[in-house]
């Protein structure tokens, strides 16, 4: 196999080595970093003894993910107020034809899901991403973590039950939450309260990741009357020369807010029963850098 050929058959694995890397990390340059280092690999491995490309490139990701994860919990960082995956700006409607499949992978990418994965061991999460959003067998995730199969079940099993009581219920339907996104959207930029009030359910919540270096709640805000009175009161402070942009952002309808022709912040909501059950805010520049082009 030359060189030539090498980085084809890379980069045409690579759409489902970023997906898994993000997954297992939850942040864009990670991710990218992970798929770096296993370029190199691949570019200096014996490809002619790699039987099945794919599975090698699928192993050797998640296990630089996993490693890199373990060192990221082990360095123990501290994070300024609630903490939101870097947004990845996503297109499932122009890549994958099957709505079913979209919805699976809308779902394993969305900011709550992910919020949720946050809270597994690396190995748990790695299984989980692997079964659950690449529907991977469990034999075949076995041989590429290097365990047994039946430690993966358990593994599996351990991660879906606490993903499951941990995941939010939201509606999947695109239109219904883009149309949402509008209303939503004009009525905070309007500081319209009871605009806001008749779109939020009771025990809406609003998460804001600033990092500790842009303005945002340091705690999550619960109660639909404390999100709606905080996002009039940033509707009367505005922004210096602001303008929008509606976007996929994993796997759903999202706003990005520039000001100056930068990037400012991005806003996705969580839609149940018709009503915003969740307000994600990402004000995190560090979150926002993928989003400059």
Not at 67 to 79: C, H, T
Not at 118 to 139: D, I, N, Q
Not at 268 to 276: A, F, I, K, S
């Amino acid at each position: 196999m030359t060189i030539d050929s090498g980085t084809e058959v890379f980069e045409e694995h690579r759409p489902v080595l970023m997906g898994a890397a993000y997954r297992m990390l939850g942040r864009v340059a990670d991710a990218e970093d992970v798929l770096q280092e296993a370029w190199l690999r691949w570019s200096t491995a014996d490809r002619d003894a790699v039987r099945e490309p794919r599975g090698y490139l699928v192993r050797v990701t998640t296990r630089l993910a996993i490693d890199r994860l373990r060192r990221i919990q082990a360095r123990g960082e501290s994070y300024v107020g609630p903490w939101l995956p870097e947004p990845l700006v996503t297109d499932l409607a122009g890549t994958v034809p099957d709505a079913e499949e979209r919805a699976v992978l809308a779902d394993s990418v969305s900011l709550a899901v992910l919020v949720v994965l946050e809270t597994l061991s690396p190995l748990e999460r790695a299984v989980f991403v692997l079964r659950e959003a690449f529907g991977y067998p469990y034999a075949e995730i076995a041989a590429l973590l290097d365990r047994g199969e039946p430690a993966v079940r358990q593994l599996a099993g351990r991660a879906r039950r606490h993903v499951g009581e941990r995941r939010p219920r939201y509606e999947v339907d695109s239109a219904h939450r883009r149309d949402l996104t509008e209303r939503f959207l004009a009525a905070a930029a309007g500081g319209d309260l009871d605009g806001l009030m008749s779109l939020l359910a009771p025990d809406a919540r609003l998460v804001g990741d600033s990092g500790g270096k842009a303005r945002a709640p340091l705690r999550v805000l619960e109660s639909a009357d404390k999100v709606g009175r905080f996002l009039v009161g940033v509707a009367h402070k505005g922004i210096p020369d602001p303008s929008v942009r509606f976007l996929e952002v994993n796997g759903g309808p999202a706003v990005l807010i520039l000001s100056g022709g930068k990037p400012d912040s991005v806003f996705q909501l969580d839609v149940t029963d018709g009503r915003v059950q969740a307000v994600y805010i990402v004000r995190n520049p560090d979150k926002l850098r993928s989003l400059t082009a």
